[in-house]
Structure formats: C-alpha cells, structure tokens
C-alpha cells in the first residue's frame, strides 16, 4: 500500500532531488562563465592596444581560463587534471609575473593588478 507523506515531509526531498538537478545546470553554467571571463578580458584587454610583451600575458591569462573550461568539460580523468593542473600553473605564473612587475605592469594586466 502507497502511503503519502504529507506536504511538511515532502519539502525535504524534493528540495534535495531540485539541489541534485542543479548540479547539471551549474556544471554547465561553470563552463560557460569561464569562457565569458576569457572572452571578456582578451576583449578588453584588445582595447588597450598592448604590446608584444603584454599581448602574451593576456593570452596566458586567457589559456588559464580555457584550461578551466577544458578540465570542466573533460570525461577522461587524466585529461581533466591536466588541464587543471595547466590552469593552476598557468595562474600562477600570471600572479608571479605581476609580482615581479613584468611586463611594464600594465594597469589591466594580471588577476591580481588591481589589489595593492
């Protein structure tokens, strides 16, 4: 016999099933932003007109975010971890570079170039 819960006990398990639904969606949505962070930058960064040095440093930056949609979108394990192991080296470097003031510290150059 088909017993059925009332509306209070019914609130935690479909709440739980809509959280696991989402997971697709935002495993999607991840992907996507990431490629939109990589579009946007080298598209503002392409405004600025770079030089050689600089134009480098912005496709690095830009490499980072496709290796993160890469790894997002990648079914073979080992694939997935490297490109996310390209990503974090990638970002990495970017940082460093930064630090060390190469190239010529562009104002908009570097995840980390607006933080003092």
Same mark, same amino acid.
């Given at each position: 016999?088909?017993?059925?819960?009332?509306? +209070?006990?019914?609130? /935690?398990?479909? +709440?739980?099933? &809509?959280?696991?639904a989402s997971v697709g969606v935002l495993l999607a949505w991840d992907?996507?932003?990431?490629?939109?962070?990589? %579009?946007? #930058?080298?598209? #503002? @960064?392409? +405004?600025?007109?770079? =030089?050689?040095?600089?134009?480098? &440093?912005?496709?690095?930056?830009? *490499? *980072? !975010?496709?290796? &993160?949609? *890469? %790894? @997002?979108?990648?079914?073979?394990?080992? @694939?997935?971890? /490297? !490109?996310? %192991?390209? *990503?974090?080296?990638? !970002?990495?470097?970017?940082?460093?570079?930064?630090?060390? =003031?190469?190239?010529?510290?562009?104002?908009?150059? &570097?995840?980390?170039?607006? #933080?003092?």
């Amino acid at each position: 016999m088909y017993i059925r819960l009332k509306r +209070t006990r019914r609130a /935690l398990p479909v +709440t739980l099933g &809509g959280a696991l639904a989402s997971v697709g969606v935002l495993l999607a949505w991840d992907s996507f932003s990431l490629a939109m962070i990589a %579009n946007a #930058y080298i598209s #503002y @960064q392409n +405004t600025h007109r770079l =030089g050689p040095m600089e134009f480098i &440093g912005t496709i690095m930056l830009v *490499a *980072a !975010f496709l290796s &993160g949609v *890469a %790894n @997002q979108l990648c079914r073979d394990l080992r @694939q997935a971890i /490297l !490109f996310n %192991n390209i *990503a974090i080296a990638l !970002f990495v470097l970017d940082v460093f570079l930064v630090m060390v =003031g190469w190239p010529g510290t562009h104002p908009g150059h &570097g995840i980390m170039s607006n #933080y003092p």
